[in-house]
């Protein structure tokens, strides 16, 4: 893999050229509706699949720098062109100096209806509405690329996310769940709204600093590296005060949970009492991984 800043700098600026930036897999299932035979529903999976496979941006990356990441589109029920679904959305990146990956997002998306022809054909168009279907994986591509260059660079996904927020507000005017303010805490609408809020600020600031300054710089000073994580987990306890069960603090422990307990289940020691306390405060669902933290 290419040096972390080579990467880095392409996370921030344009090289002038395009690439396919993301390498998504995608999983349709339709077994609550009771018609898997049909066609339509990998016919669907393809599709999405290409659609999220396309080049987004500018980049110009190897594919080695491809964000890896997975949607899981549960289908409930099906009439005609109509599907009422569920989505699930993950993405992770390496982790510098060494072999392992780590999950960036995990977010679950009740609100995933949509309508959709066999063949039909998905494009985007920046400003432009084209299907809700479109609407949401497009949000999702956006939201992933900005919470990735986020873990490079002090909000580095600025542009990405303004790029969701625009399509959130042309969304909200056409229909479709999860794209207005009543629409609930763990909403499209709330997700991008916190990332790009002044009050979760502290949230960016510990997204950069557990990757970049925490899990990136363990293969050289492991105890640096989980100082800096106890630091991350510092700045989330002071969003969550403020803005407690919040969509992005809620996706933040979906995917990093289980991380977190290895992060602190061995090597050098740090003082663990009040990070403990923190995370117990936060993230209470996942009391069974804090306790297992040793201290």
């Known amino acids: 893999m290419k040096n972390l800043l080579v990467y880095s700098l ?13 390498n998504c897999t995608v999983t349709v299932n339709a077994e609550q509706t ?5 066609s339509v529903f990998k016919t669907l999976e393809t599709s999405v699949k290409e659609f999220m496979n396309q080049s987004w941006t500018e980049l ?8 890896q990441c997975n949607i899981f589109i549960t289908i409930k029920d099906y009439n005609s062109d109509s599907f009422k679904a569920t989505l699930q959305v993950q993405s992770s990146r390496p982790i510098y100096g060494s072999t ?26 920046k400003n432009t509405y084209n299907s809700n279907l479109v609407s949401n994986l497009s949000f999702y591509a956006f939201t992933i690329l900005g919470l990735d260059a986020d873990t490079y660079a002090l909000e580095g996904g600025e542009d990405y996310l303004q790029e969701a927020k625009q399509i959130v507000n042309i969304s909200a005017q056409q229909g479709g769940g999860g794209w207005k303010a009543n629409d609930g805490n763990q909403s499209k609408y709330k997700l991008n709204a916190d990332l790009l809020s002044s009050n979760f600020s502290k949230f960016r600031e510990a997204m950069y600093m557990y990757h970049r300054q925490g899990l990136d710089v363990m293969h050289q000073d492991l105890e640096a590296g989980k100082e800096s994580i106890v630091n991350s987990i510092q700045l989330l306890r002071d969003v969550n005060n403020s803005r407690p069960n919040s969509a992005p603090m809620r996706a933040f422990f979906d995917a990093k949970s289980s991380e977190i307990q290895s992060v602190f289940s061995g090597g050098p020691s740090v003082s663990l009492t009040e990070v403990v306390e923190n995370l117990k405060r936060i993230a209470p669902l996942y009391n069974k991984n804090w306790n297992k933290i040793k201290f």
Not at 10 to 22: D, K, T
């Open 100 to 125: 392992y990956t780590t999950p960036v997002l995990n977010f679950k998306d009740n609100d995933f209806n949509f309508n959709y022809t066999e063949y039909q054909p998905l494009r985007y168009s």
């Open 34 to 38: 009771g018609k898997t035979q049909l």
């Open 60 to 67: 110009d990356l190897e594919d080695d720098e491809r964000i």
């Open 10 to 22: 392409f996370i921030l600026f344009s090289c002038g050229l395009s690439a396919q930036e993301l």
